[in-house]
């Protein structure tokens, strides 16, 4: 992996990659060139160029499909997580009725909960969030919601085994849903261990507006589409009569750019990241960030990311005066609310490790954290 892929890196110390990864030139070549040379809509396709956005179009479906062990029949293109849990949500209400049980992991981030509380608000389910799936799940347990890895504080001595899940979640008949909008890009994710998947392609260092919802074919078999429109119907008149397969879930005009952009940069990850150099990083920033008295560490050595605080400092203040001399971290709940509210922590500042971290970012931050005079006083 070259560095000079990614030009910001040239001035910029980026330690926010949980949020959203830098986007290598490849991948923006990629989508300059699908601007420049073949801006087709997948809708009108009756040409050379047309043929040519087509086999993109399959060819990232492909890749995509790879990464988890899927096949392309079972992949969605969404505009991100989000998106693809609301659009699950909307998809499993017709098999949820009072008095069922939706499991949400207490570490959920926000966008793999609140579709879920809605669900069960519209239906008269039952929500249990909890620290502990395994023990939770039951035989009124309809859905369990949780993350592969989450995005704060996800110690890996306590980690789900996702295959021991996956059993107990299968054994009481439910279905398990994996928001894998992080463990795509740390960790190995796979269909045979989850029933849906959803992720992102800005945080597999491709653009924003993209993503996908990955729904196990048998499922996907009893599933209608919640979002209608161009593309998804042979004909109607007081009924519709949707097409066959993936694509009476794909209203509209597809985001051809974002597609081809997410399949390339999931491309440059698997040809350039082996997930390890990540951990390495972790624990290296947990260390010497340990060194200095004024810092305060939330997280755990082996987590993913490193949460931490500056004695009497507030979290959005210390990311402000960083962030104006272009190192970028995060400060905040981190959209896990549920989480932070209950561990009642009320903001953190969040290191996060992308294939292009090296050991100078870390020591440069730590660094300025030791030698500004302005956190002085916060010993
Ligand atoms: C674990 C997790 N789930 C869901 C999301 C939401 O992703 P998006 O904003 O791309 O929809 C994020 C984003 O930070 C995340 O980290």
Redesign the pocket.
Known sequence: MNRKDFPLLKDTIFLDS??GSLKPLPVLDEIMEYYKEYPINTHSVDSLLGAKVMKKIIDAKKTVANLVDASSNEVIFTS????S?NRAALMFEAFIKKGDKIILSAYN?S??SLPWILLAQRTGAEIVHSYNLINDIDKKTKIVAY?Q???TLNNLKNKINPVELYDKVKENGAILIN?A??AVVTENVSLNESDVIAF?G??TYGPTGI?VLIIKKELLSLLKPVIVGGGTVIDYDKEIHFKDGISKFEAGSLNVAGIIGMAAGIRYMKKYDNFEKKKIWAEYAHDQLSKLKKVEIISQKGDYNVHFRIKNYEPQDVVSFLGHRNIILRAGKH?ATYLFNNMKIISSIRISFGLYTNKEDIDKLVKLIENTEVFIDAV
């Open positions: 949980a949020a991100g997580t989000t998106d849990i981030h966008s793999n993350s890895v989450n995005n928001d909008a992080q992102s800005t945080k993503g959209c």
